[in-house]
Nanobody, 123 residues
Framework: QVQLVESGGGLVQAGGSLRLSCVAS????????MNWYRQAPGKQRELVAG???????NYAEFVKGRFTISRDNAKNMVALQMNSLKPEDTAVYYC?????????????????WGQGTQVTVSS
């Protein structure tokens, strides 16, 4: 009933830039926090950046000053602008949203995830 679809991944050389986007669709009432996570081969999934509904942001230390998260509430969209990319940024990037919807007679928020988009940074 709720889908998060990422786009914008790809292959880029070190020092380059990519912009990831994620759009939420389906039947829901509102989206609270939206986040980007990443998972590299053999490693645990880790938080990259997050943004609240009112625009407050937080970043992992390893992306501060290089990545910028933004959102458009009217379009149910979150974006991640990634600059000065490094080979260690190579990972599958996942969009996450804390989304409120009615299921039968109950309204609740829960986490939803996109399918992931591959980002590969060559040295």
């Amino acid at each position: 009933q709720v889908q998060l679809v990422e786009s914008g991944g790809g292959l880029v050389q070190a020092g380059g830039s990519l912009r990831l986007s994620c759009v939420a669709s389906g039947t829901f009432v509102s989206i609270n926090a939206m986040n980007w996570y990443r998972q590299a081969p053999g490693k645990q999934r880790e938080l990259v950046a997050g943004i609240s509904r009112d625009g407050s942001t937080n970043y992992a230390e390893f992306v501060k000053g290089r990545f910028t998260i933004s959102r458009d509430n009217a379009k149910n969209m979150v974006a991640l602008q990634m600059n000065s990319l490094k080979p260690e940024d190579t990972a599958v990037y996942y969009c996450n949203g804390f989304i409120g919807r009615h299921e039968t007679d109950i309204f609740s928020y829960r986490d939803y995830w996109g399918q992931g988009t591959q980002v590969t940074v060559s040295s």
